[in-house]
T-cell receptor, first 109, second 116 residues
Framework: EDQVTQSPEALRLQEGESSSLNCSYT??????LFWYRQDPGKGPEFLFT???AGEEKEKERLKATLTKKESFLHITAPKPEDSATYLC??????????FGQGTRLTINP | GAVVSQHPSRVICKSGTSVKIECRSL??????MFWYRQFPKQSLMLMAT?????????EQGVEKDKFLINHASLTLSTLTVTSAHPEDSSFYIC????????????FGDGTRLSIL
């Protein structure tokens, strides 16, 4: 059974303090690993798609990487506006997504 | 970019009321849409897959008679929570996949349903 586990559950950082969020997964045939950002009371906002081990993608202060067992979302010099819940998800057959529990990130000014 | 619109954003109603939530793809067609449910501080749980022109596919444990799904056109799916009770209170979110294989899902902004 495909599974996605995210850690930590919650993370508090000071502005400018870089860190990484982890997404461990088990899947029979990876079709795509997705990172989303979700603000309170909103739907998830797409950030990245990773398809194969070794792949990396960047957007502003965020960088996503992928190995055969896990993905990391690195955040460099974060700002308070980066505070959100970050969700990792796998594609199952027929485009269905399986989500991890998310990491609630808080950046203190 | 692709946009999914969900309406209403918030509903407060009495127990026993049926509530309809709409999900529209604004600038693209979607033969498939997905409905999720999210409880506070929890992740999204897939409820069902909405298929244009055919019956929806429900995940295990989701009551199809409680959560009626209709995908009437290539840009509209509706979720009706029938005879809602307080335990149905939750955040309901829809999504539609972008065009092309393994494209990311695009999500609506969700509907906060509160049953009194």
């Amino acid at each position: 059974e495909d599974q996605v586990t995210q850690s930590p559950e919650a993370l508090r950082l000071q502005e400018g303090e870089s860190s990484s969020l982890n997404c461990s997964y088990t899947v029979s045939g990876l079709r795509g690993l997705f990172w989303y950002r979700q603000d309170p009371g909103k739907g998830p906002e797409f950030l990245f798609t990773l398809y194969s081990a070794g792949e990396e993608k960047e957007k502003e202060r965020l960088k996503a990487t992928l190995t055969k067992k896990e993905s990391f979302l690195h955040i460099t010099a974060p700002k308070p506006e980066d505070s959100a819940t970050y969700l990792c998800a796998l594609t199952q057959g027929a485009q269905k997504l399986v989500f991890g529990q998310g990491t609630r990130l808080t950046i203190n000014p | 970019g692709a946009v999914v619109s969900q309406h209403p954003s918030r509903v407060i109603c009495k127990s026993g009321t049926s509530v309809k939530i709409e999900c529209r793809s604004l600038d693209f067609q979607a033969t498939t849409m997905f409905w999720y449910r999210q409880f506070p501080k929890q992740s999204l749980m897939l409820m069902a897959t909405s298929n244009e022109g055919s019956k929806a596919t429900y995940e295990q444990g989701v009551e199809k008679d409680k959560f009626l799904i209709n995908h009437a056109s290539l840009t509209l799916s509706t979720l009706t929570v029938t005879s809602a009770h307080p335990e149905d209170s939750s955040f309901y979110i829809c999504s539609a996949p972008g065009t092309g294989a393994y494209q990311p899902q695009h999500f609506g902004d969700g509907t906060r349903l509160s049953i009194l």
